[in-house]
């Protein structure tokens, strides 16, 4: 029995682990009223055109996640023009749009630069994205983003990983700031492995008001006529999915079968240096027992008869 109380400890400390390294959690949220915070910047055109730099160079880079990042601006322009679609009073969206290009170096001209690291991002070791907006006023001058391809330790993210963060990154590029709903596309934390992250009617409704000088009813300035207040507020009930293209959804490829991601992810933690010293403790106590239980119990005294 103590054996197999060892054995039970162990796994679960292993599976533990495996939890607080791939999600993060807020508590309190509000399940009847969803939130999307606003950055109270805009953009004063609607073509805006993406450069996607990539550092072929580098050992640790991997070409998928081109078309990682190409389907999430895939994603946002597919649900741009749904919302438009489906919403007339928001049809003015329709003429807005990102536009990619890919390079292996930098040049001049672009609104939005897309670099990728090996690490992690900024003071935090959770940043796996960040965004960095540049203004003159409340308009929006040009944008940086960058996208980690290795989590804080050291494993290489996955394809549909890189894809939701970088979903999430291009809503900050176009004004959002985060929403209180866990499966939000703007929600600020990310699970990994986790299942493909859908833009919603609040993402959008953010981009309409974002976006709000396009209609005929406006121009850019004075922007406080358009883009006022820092919170949208959406009752739960209204919240809906918007629909992505069979082009920019996640492949469904072996590599991202849930399964398979979690069975390599967990043998990627046992393998990482932190986790195999536990590993070898835990392994150490164990023998140790079954060393010294035997013992013990030759030396007991007989029953009487």
Known sequence: MRSFFLLFLLFSSLFLTAGIF?????????????????????????????LLVTPNNESWWNPVYINSTLRAIGQWNDAIQSFAFNNTQYAYLVALK?????SNESRPGFNIYVNWTQSTIANSIDDIGLTTLSSEGNAITDCNINLATH???????????EQNIALHEF????????????GD???????????PKLLSTLDLYGIAASFAW?????????????????????PSSEY?????????????????NPTVQNIVLIGEILLHPDIIVLIIFFAA????????????????????Q
């Open 171 to 182: 809503g900050h590029s176009l004004g959002l700031g985060h929403s209180n709903y866990t």
């Open 240 to 256: 809906q999915a918007l629909p992505v293209s069979a082009q920019n959804a996640r492949p469904q490829t072996f590599q991202n």
């Open 22 to 50: 791939t999600s993060s959690q807020v508590q309190g949220q509000n399940q009847d009223v969803y939130q999307l915070m606003m950055e109270g910047l805009a953009w004063d055109r609607s073509t805006i055109n993406v």
């Open 285 to 304: 106590i164990y023998v140790v027992i079954a060393i010294v239980h035997p013992r013990k119990k030759a030396q007991a005294p007989n029953p009487p």
């Open 185 to 195: 596309a703007m929600y600020p934390a990310l699970t990994l492995l986790g299942p």
């Open 98 to 102: 990102l536009v990619p290009t890919v």
């Open 151 to 161: 989590s804080s330790h050291g494993d290489a993210l996955a394809d549909g990983d």
């Open 214 to 234: 396009m209609s005929f009813q406006f121009s850019f300035y004075p922007v406080s006529d358009w883009l006022s207040g820092d919170t949208l507020f959406m």
